[in-house]
Nanobody, 118 residues
């Protein structure tokens, strides 16, 4: 199984970025897909999740109204659209796949750096 994130980079406060996570080696629709992040000197934290069945979404309070998670099961890809970015959004963003029928089966991507700075 491979999860490959892309789309990170340097952006000014108030700007936008779209992250992508391409999955391979798994039946994508069987997995809940999430984004996590780890800021400098901080623990990894939950950002957003989109369910494999039905596509329900949940967001962390810190990103609600600014970030949008979506998935394309035909392309085995999950996205994170990030708008109105703030300095505190600076972090390495990780993609996570968790099998719905077996929650102990979890995969992580290698992460992509997002830096929000003027």
């Amino acid at each position: 199984v491979q999860l490959v994130e892309s789309g990170g980079g340097l952006v000014q406060p108030g700007g936008s970025l779209r992250l992508s996570c391409a999955a391979s080696g798994l039946t994508f629709s069987y997995y809940d897909m999430s984004w996590y992040r780890q800021g400098p000197g901080k623990e990894r934290e939950f950002v957003a999740i989109i369910r494999g069945a039905g596509g329900a979404v949940v967001y962390a309070d810190s990103v609600k109204g600014r970030f949008t998670i979506s998935r394309d099961n035909a392309k085995n890809t999950v996205y994170l659209q990030m708008n109105m970015l703030r300095a505190e959004d600076t972090a390495v963003y990780y993609c996570n796949a968790r099998e719905m029928a077996r929650v102990s089966t979890v995969y992580w991507g290698q992460g992509t750096q997002v830096t929000v700075s003027s």
